[in-house]
């Protein structure tokens, strides 16, 4: 026998998202059986709510439900700096840390040859465009520190070295709270090339 | 800042389902946000479907989308034999082997002075409504081997033991597959117990 309808439905809706496998579908299935009803229209809402209302920011690509997003039109931020992540989860961790006060640049993926994804593919145009205007003195380079993010790191500063503004790329090292007995080579010689005087 | 608000609602929703944090919450919200629309609206519409389609077997207990129950009214099943489970769950366990042909019934929670749920609060009575026309012949207690699912076994056993009804207890001993070296002590004491001849 299967499931009645409805629940493998259920199932088969959870089992599409990354990370869970067709024992926690069938679990969380069950689950939402059991919860309130007003709890579980919520949950639907939310879900079509936040495919359909979301957007990407015309200025800086972040996810926003109003254009433009709450960062690129708040006055009080440095409209002198720019940020370059890879994905509005950057946008979301650098906030996280409260201490940037500059705005983003959300390229949407970073160069890689080897799947096919070149400058053309990522929002690089868009923020050759914002740079024209001459408010921008500072462009800080945070895509990923692996292969991918370092070449599209590389491609962008080459390309916007000509126009004099100052680039920077934030700093590899080891983790805080991380163990020196762990740490890979790569990171070591990183950390230890970006060693600084006390 | 925060993240714009539909997403925010939708991580809410996510963070609500059992053995989902924060963190894992926020990375299927953004996952939702790049799946086809398509797929987001059956989701959406399958969690409300499940909770409002589905509703309890008025015989047996099981979760189904139309009453009674396909297992209930599949006139080729065993109609003496009665097979009684803790949860819906359960009864799709027992259907997964596909060795057993007779009815279930679906208790809905087990006897826990603990948790204060006693004999009135599970669906005994409706199992002694069952067994009175003199059709079932065997009662298969299938409860967990645990401390509330063995007592549970023993209320309805001794309720159930005046009419001369057949009652069991499905048996206890080590699983297959798993190894004698990490069996605990109670399951190896039941497995030396319940042994058969060759």
């Known amino acids: 026998m299967h499931y009645p309808e409805p629940i493998s439905k259920l199932i088969d809706s ?3 998202l990354p990370g869970i496998g067709p024992k926690t579908a069938v679990r969380l299935a069950f689950f939402v059986l059991n919860m309130k009803e007003d709890d579980v229209l919520d949950f639907g809402r939310n879900l079509v709510n936040a495919k359909r209302k979301l957007t990407h920011c015309s200025v800086c690509g972040h996810i926003t439900d109003k254009d433009p997003c709450s960062i690129c039109s708040d006055g009080h931020r440095d409209q ?3 940020c370059v992540v890879q994905d509005p989860k950057d946008v979301i961790a650098m906030e996280r840390m409260r201490e940037f006060s500059g705005l983003y640049h959300v390229l949407h993926g970073a160069i890689s040859p080897v799947d096919g994804i070149g400058p053309e593919d990522i929002s690089v145009a868009d923020l050759l465009k914002r740079l024209q205007d001459e408010t921008v003195q500072e462009l800080i380079l945070a ?3 692996n292969i991918e993010g370092e070449a599209t790191s590389m491609y ?4 916007v070295k000509p126009t004099g503004i100052k680039i920077t790329r934030i700093a590899h090292g080891l983790p805080v709270g991380g163990d020196l007995e762990y740490a890979d ?3 070591l010689s990183k950390a230890m090339e970006g060693r600084r005087e006390l």
């Open 80 to 82: 002198s700096v720019i």
């Open 143 to 145: 895509t990923n520190p």
């Open 156 to 159: 962008i500063s080459r390309l």
């Open 185 to 187: 080579e790569i990171t």
């Open 14 to 16: 959870f089992t599409k």
